[in-house]
């Protein structure tokens, strides 16, 4: 795929709901309340706002900047920058690539307790119908031994609209998928949100969320968590936004762009914490315990939690189940949709096959794994290994090595950042090389460090070490190799191809010239 055939955005405004619709993940709506609430409540949104600004936006430039600048997916972007870093882009398409396979399981679980939620079908122990009758969860990880028909047929709904979403290209397909899901998510989830503040106990709820504990700013750990709520939330380090960012046309504001994109995500995330917290208060009151006894995150929250409050919700509670569901399930297909396109498109630039054969073949394979793997009796704990190590050790390990190799090894910040500001409203100034070149680095790194060594304190979730080190060590090592080795394949310059090495001098060139 030539830079001079590459697809582009119709709009602006299609650019940034797709990449609001990417951001806005399951993350948004279970990770962040429980994470503000631990960490001081309405104190973390401090560090939490430093966060956004001190590496999540610049991060979110960096990948535009990239992206824009050498019109094409991670590996072929990378490679135009310095060749040796093409490995840093296949490595961000291996992430891409697991993260899909198991992310779609849990949209599909969504579909179903949407339907389960008009009837309260779970019950009224909403753990055991989860694990035991719902999913058919193993008594511990092992070798496969039973296929979850009801598992297994809204995942192949769910791969069918994405595919179909791709195949229609990013004008007819991407944006306009995101120009109906994102206004319709915030359509609901404000519904949603509206109905939670009625609740008996919302305001015990929304108090415990916002209520400040001033002593948590001193405090190291919260400090963290802040920067990597922001850092997972934003969708930076997976290639996405280097893959939708090449989709621009020549003249877009990168840098406006990155701010409008990364305050519309940290605000749907303050009103998922309101929506929550609200509910959570409710959840509290009827049980007779304090918000700290019923405040989780996860699947905990998703699965086991809201169908226990829709259970006992006075008005309406299959609405509101059904709301919160259906919320769910749109903010998981925008993003699996913007996750699949960076491994179709990478595939693309590199094979030069076209959009309709590449999703067929690339994204046929993605579904064809998620389908036989996951609907299975260990199909939750290959995910919750997956996810965990993907995440710690792919995804924030990937993003710490892209900024110290673009920012020491490479020097090109100020290649990209005279880029970004060709064509943008608002200057990025000195700041933005101090975030990207001291704070973010630092930061990542104390986290790995950090999680290294809890890591080696004690297995994940008790695990046995055999299934850690082939569902967890393995896959997050594995897409390294992987993505070293198939960066040492020798690429094949075909017609109408851009030439690799003009690029790459290019991007030394400082002066901005040929831009």
């Not at 749109?330 to 590199?350: F, H």
Request: with cysteine; proline share 4%.
């Amino acid at each position: 795929m030539s830079q001079q055939n590459r697809e582009q955005w119709g709009t602006r405004t299609g650019f940034l709901l797709a990449a609001i619709g990417s951001a806005i993940g399951l993350g948004n709506i279970w990770r962040f309340p429980y994470v503000a609430y631990d960490n001081g409540g309405g104190a973390f949104l401090i560090p939490y706002l430093v966060a956004l600004l001190t590496a999540g936006i610049p991060m979110l430039i960096l990948e535009y900047a990239i992206g824009h600048r050498f019109r094409a997916s991670p590996p072929a972007a990378f490679r135009r920058l310095s060749r040796p870093a093409e490995a840093l882009g296949w490595w961000q398409v291996g992430i891409c690539f697991v993260i899909s396979v198991y992310y779609a399981v849990i949209v599909a679980w969504a579909i179903r307790y949407a339907g389960f939620s008009i009837t309260q079908a779970w019950g009224e122990d909403t753990e055991a119908f989860l694990f035991g009758d719902f999913l058919q969860v193993a008594e511990a990880p092992g070798a496969i031994g039973g296929y979850n028909a009801g598992v297994a047929v809204p995942l192949i709904a769910v791969w069918a609209v994405v595919l179909v979403v791709l195949a229609l290209g990013v004008r007819r397909g991407i944006e306009w998928a995101n120009r109906i899901f994102i206004p319709l998510l915030t359509v609901l989830f404000l519904i949603l949100v509206v109905q939670s503040l009625f609740l008996d106990g919302a305001l015990a709820g929304l108090n415990a969320f916002f209520e400040p504990d001033w002593s948590a700013i001193t405090d190291g750990s919260v400090w963290v968590a802040a920067y990597g709520q922001i850092f997972f939330s934003l969708s930076v380090g997976f290639g996405i936004m280097i893959t939708y960012a090449s989709y621009l046309r020549r003249k877009s504001d990168l840098t406006g762009s990155a701010l409008v994109a990364g305050f519309a995500n940290s605000s749907f995330e303050l009103l998922a914490g309101i929506g929550v917290f609200a509910t959570l208060g409710f959840m509290a009151a009827a049980a007779g315990v304090p918000i700290s006894e019923v405040a989780t995150d996860g699947l905990g929250l998703a699965f086991v939690a809201f169908p226990q409050i829709i259970n006992n919700i006075p008005f309406a509670p299959g609405l509101f189940g059904l709301l919160f569901f259906v919320s769910l399930v749109i903010a998981g297909l925008t993003s699996l949709v913007s996750i699949v396109e960076v491994v179709i498109s990478s595939v693309r630039d590199r094979t030069g096959l076209g959009r309709m054969p590449a999703v067929l073949i690339v994204g046929g394979l993605i579904a064809v794994v998620s389908i036989v793997v996951f609907p299975t009796d260990q199909g939750l704990y290959l995910l919750d290994a997956a996810d965990h190590f993907i995440n710690q050790y792919g995804i924030a390990l990937a993003g710490l090595v892209i900024v110290v190799v673009v920012a020491w090894a490479l020097r090109r910040l100020p290649m990209l950042r005279q880029h970004a500001e060709s064509t943008s409203t608002v200057p990025l100034r000195v700041w933005w090389a101090i975030a990207l070149g001291v704070i973010t680095p630092v930061v990542l790194g104390w986290m790995m460090w950090d999680s290294l060594q809890a890591e080696f304190a004690q297995n994940y979730e008790d695990y046995p070490t055999w299934f850690l080190n082939s569902a967890g060590w393995g896959v997050a090592i594995g897409v390294i190799v992987i993505a070293v080795l198939v960066s040492l394949i020798p690429w094949k310059r075909r017609a109408g191809d851009a030439d690799d090495s003009n690029v790459t001098v290019a991007a030394v060139d400082d002066s901005g010239k040929g831009q």
